[in-house]
């Protein structure tokens, strides 16, 4: 779906045109670029969630800001596309991710567009054959942002309020299609196998479905 726009204004919105570029990190707050990142003296979530980052090849991780004293909250990860022919590597990375389930949103900036992806929702890269590149929203560039549409507004990852966007938690939440969902409804199944055929006792057939999770099913 792309976007139907009002006009831009402020810096709110301005870091998804800039993301590839050497200023974006300068003026949004909570935009961490991966390269040349230095680990000393951050939070060790924060440096977990870069490593993770960097071995996903992302340019930047956008993080909600911490509270209470907790550590800031990674909301999505951002990439940069030379050319925009990388589609199917990228469907399979965004499988990668939403398996993993670490980051509700990816933003993807190609020549000319921005591009959304969910990773807390239905797996929207998934056919019966190879995954799919498929955006739940694609933003033009040099065309206008919607005042309804939060996903696009730094401020609102920033201070958590895109979350208590009703309109933006439909879209791009949903505790029943998410990974880590099906993740449960598969060990329980397999749970009730093991111990219907009673080919081994409760307590090894626990001990096995713990060992077999890993956060990055499917790949």
Request: charged share 30%; glycine share 8%.
């Amino acid at each position: 779906m792309v976007c139907e726009m009002n006009e831009l204004s402020g810096k709110g919105n301005l870091w998804l045109f800039e993301i590839g570029s050497d200023s974006e990190a300068d003026f949004v707050d909570g935009l961490v670029r991966v390269e040349g990142y230095s680990p000393k003296d951050r939070p060790p979530e924060e440096v977990a969630t870069m490593d993770r980052a960097s071995t996903y090849g992302a340019h930047a991780v956008f993080f909600e800001a911490g509270r209470h004293g907790r550590a800031s909250v990674p909301q999505a990860f951002v990439f940069a596309s030379k050319d925009g022919s990388d589609d199917s590597e990228f469907a399979k990375l965004h499988k990668r991710l939403w398996s993993w389930g670490g980051v509700p949103l990816l933003y993807r900036k190609t020549p000319g567009q921005i591009q959304l992806f969910r990773c807390a929702h239905k797996p929207d890269f998934a056919t019966t054959g190879e995954p799919v590149c498929r955006p739940v929203r694609t933003l033009e560039i040099g065309a206008k942002i919607a005042s309804e549409e939060a996903w696009w507004d730094a401020e609102r990852i920033r201070n958590g309020t895109l979350w208590d966007d009703p309109k933006a938690c439909k879209l791009m939440l949903s505790a029943r299609k998410s990974a880590h969902r099906n993740l449960v409804e598969a060990i329980e199944g397999l749970y009730t196998e093991l111990t219907t055929e009673r080919l081994l006792t409760e307590r090894l057939c626990r001990r096995l479905l713990i060992l077999s999770y890993s956060p990055e099913i499917g790949q």
